[in-house]
């Protein structure tokens, strides 16, 4: 297996370790739902250098990041970043990234999913081979990457004097350093609470030290991969491999707002227009349980008459709402919000309905 340049932080802290995309990473270090609920109310700290990091340059690389991802880059200036995705020319989702442009010109980082790491290097390879000055680099051993998200967030960068923090907007990004080592950060996450995201290409457990260090006042805790989990469904983000794969679409997925139309010829984007314009058959939807239970991948969703009308592709237990919960998808007619519908819990039918995501809303501050 693959390590993290903070494996000895890991195991220093007592986490228990697994196998997740080739890598060995943290499932949780005090208990999944602790970290979870410290993450929503104080802060967290999440090793993700599990993640593939891209960096594609040159002239050309803008033209041919709009020809193989589905968002608009023309409008994302320096130092912005925006969620996309990399479709196949059926409209199948091979990964969703996503897209920050740097600060020189032609210079972009992607940030793809662990297990499709390879399979996207490869795509994009291929489809960028006879192009002019467009460089594609694998640069995922060569950047650390770090989350740091929750409330506590903006008091644990003021402690460390990282001013410049505090004047970012939303998936905006700029340079600090970060125990004397040079970081990009940026207002990103997948946690759906306030918080940043440190790419390292220096000493990168410095900078994960230096961060506990200055949190542990504010009750900042490092947190792992099933905590991260937890999070992500409760916001209805999508997981590749469980939420989204080759054979879902944007439309389908909800993510229509990551699909720019405008600009001009992407792959996938005829049948993506003609899924649009008809309406896909089925739709990605949240769905909550009314009695006890917990859904979880695969398990069929059915109509109120018993008949199967779709799937369930993520759930778990919410520690917020105590109650179980899901993503999937059904059919479009059972799609509308609060449309009674049952789970198959291996042979029982739990009585569910279906509720607008997400299912967690930060508190206003």
């Not at 994302?76 to 990964?95: E, F, R, T, W």
């Not at 900078?207 to 949190?215: C, K, M, P």
């Not at 879902?248 to 405008?262: D, K, L, Q, Y």
């Not at 349980?289 to 799937?311: D, M, N, Q, W, Y």
Request: aromatic residues 8%; glycine residues 12%; hydrophobic residues 40%.
């Amino acid at each position: 297996m693959q390590q993290t340049p903070f494996i000895a932080q890991h195991r220093a802290a007592g986490a228990k370790l697994v196998d997740f995309a080739g890598w060995e990473m943290p499932i949780q270090y005090t208990g999944v739902v602790d970290e979870y609920q410290t993450v929503r109310t104080k802060a967290g700290l999440f090793d993700v250098s599990h993640m593939g990091r891209l960096v594609v340059s040159g002239t050309g690389a803008e033209p041919f990041l709009q020809h193989v991802t589905t968002n608009d880059l023309a409008g994302l200036k320096p130092m912005q970043a925006h969620y996309s995705m990399v479709c196949n020319p059926q409209g199948g989702i091979l990964d969703d990234i996503f897209v920050y442009r740097l600060e020189s010109p032609g210079e972009f980082l992607l940030c793809v999913n662990a297990s499709n790491r390879a399979k996207i290097l490869t795509w994009l390879f291929k489809q960028g081979q006879g192009l002019s000055d467009c460089h594609i680099e694998d640069r995922s051993t060569e950047i650390a990457q770090i989350a740091l998200q929750g409330p506590a967030t903006r008091s644990i960068v003021e402690s460390l004097g990282l001013a410049a923090l505090a004047q970012l907007k939303l998936r905006q990004s700029t340079r600090v350093q970060v125990g004397g080592v040079e970081c990009l950060a940026a207002r990103t996450g997948y946690t759906g609470e306030f918080g940043y995201e440190f790419y390292v290409t220096g000493d990168a457990p410095v900078v994960w030290d230096a961060l506990l260090g200055a949190g542990k006042a504010f009750g900042l805790k490092p947190a792992g991969l099933g905590a991260r989990d937890l999070l992500r469904l409760e916001m209805g983000y999508l997981l590749y491999g469980n939420d989204i794969d080759e054979h879902t679409t944007p439309v389908e997925a909800g993510v229509r707002w990551a699909v720019s139309f405008t600009k001009g010829h992407f792959l996938g984007k005829t049948v993506l227009e003609q899924q649009q314009q008809a309406g896909p058959a089925r739709r990605f939807v949240g769905i909550e349980l009314l009695e006890k239970g917990v859904p979880r991948h695969g398990f069929t969703i059915l109509s109120s008459a018993s008949e199967p009308i779709g799937e369930v592709t993520s759930g778990n237990l919410s520690p917020l709402l105590q109650k179980g919960i899901g993503l999937g998808y059904i059919r479009s007619e059972y799609a509308k919000p609060e449309t009674g519908v049952m789970i198959d819990i291996r042979g029982k039918l739990a009585p569910s309905k279906v509720v607008k995501l997400p299912f967690y809303t930060r508190p206003a501050k």
